[in-house]
Nanobody
Framework: EVKLVESGGGPVQAGGSLKLSCLAS?????????HGWFRQRPGYEREEIAD???????KYSDSVRGRFTISKDYVKDIVYLQMNNLKPEDTAMYYC????????????WGQGTQVTVSA
């Protein structure tokens, strides 16, 4: 069973940085999985903000491009989200997710970690 556990969230002032981690375990074939970071802001639907495939190619939403960086350590099986220049509108619950790279649907989710950015 694949499990994802996020950590690294917390309070931060605007302009600051946080690095989220997502520890993955239980992969039958870890190279077959791609990963993404999602967030759900108060009053908004959940949105995908970053994606990394098994060739380390990345994609970002317009709202975070240039400020956030997704990366993956295949030795430690950790997916990171480095968040810089945080804004109050980045306040959200952040989720790590995994999908088989041959599929487009994320089927495996972590429990989430809260990020709160104060002005």
């Amino acid at each position: 069973e694949v499990k994802l556990v996020e950590s690294g969230g917390g309070p931060v002032q605007a302009g600051g940085s946080l690095k989220l981690s997502c520890l993955a375990s239980g992969y039958p074939t870890k190279w077959a999985y791609c990963h993404g970071w999602f967030r759900q802001r108060p009053g908004y639907e959940r949105e995908e903000i970053a994606d990394i495939n098994n060739a380390q190619q990345t994609k970002y939403s317009d709202s975070v491009r240039g400020r956030f960086t997704i990366s993956k350590d295949y030795v430690k099986d950790i997916v990171y989200l480095q968040m810089n220049n945080l804004k109050p509108e980045d306040t959200a619950m952040y989720y790590c997710a995994a999908r088989r790279c041959r599929e487009s649907t994320y089927r495996i989710w972590g429990q989430g970690t809260q990020v709160t950015v104060s002005a």
